[in-house]
């Protein structure tokens, strides 16, 4: 399968901005997705995940109340709604499509097999 996360760019605080994430390859309906980022120096981290057919989403506590994960399986994609942008949202954002076997969704890289190359957020003061 092959991922590609659009969306991002430029924005000033407390602005708002929507990732999308496109399929294609494979359908993505019967996987669960997830986002993550990478801020330059940093590790990269679990944003929010979604399961297979949008029943269950998991944000990390940094982005819960602000972001908002979706999907669209009829599309083969998946989005972000990102509001309340602060400067530390500023990182490379990335889809991933979940490959592991594990009780509940995945909130770390490893559980995830598929990546697309990653779209530039840019949050400004």
């Known amino acids: 399968v092959q991922l590609q996360a659009s969306g991002g760019g430029l924005v000033q605080a407390g602005g708002s901005l929507r990732l999308s994430c496109a399929g294609s390859?494979?359908?993505?309906?019967?996987?669960?997705m997830g986002w993550f980022r990478q801020a330059p120096g940093k590790e990269r981290e679990f944003v929010a995940a979604?399961?297979?057919?949008?029943?269950?989403?998991v944000y990390a506590d940094s982005v819960k109340g602000r972001f908002t994960i979706s999907r669209d399986n009829d599309k083969n994609a998946m989005y972000l709604q990102m509001t309340s942008l602060k400067l530390e949202d500023t990182a490379v954002y990335y889809c991933a499509v979940r490959t592991v076997a594990m009780i509940g969704i995945p909130t770390t890289p490893s559980g995830y097999g598929y990546w697309g190359p990653g779209t530039l957020v840019t949050v400004s003061s």
């Open positions: 390859g494979r359908t993505l309906s019967g996987s669960d």
């Open positions: 979604i399961s297979w057919n949008g029943g269950r989403t």
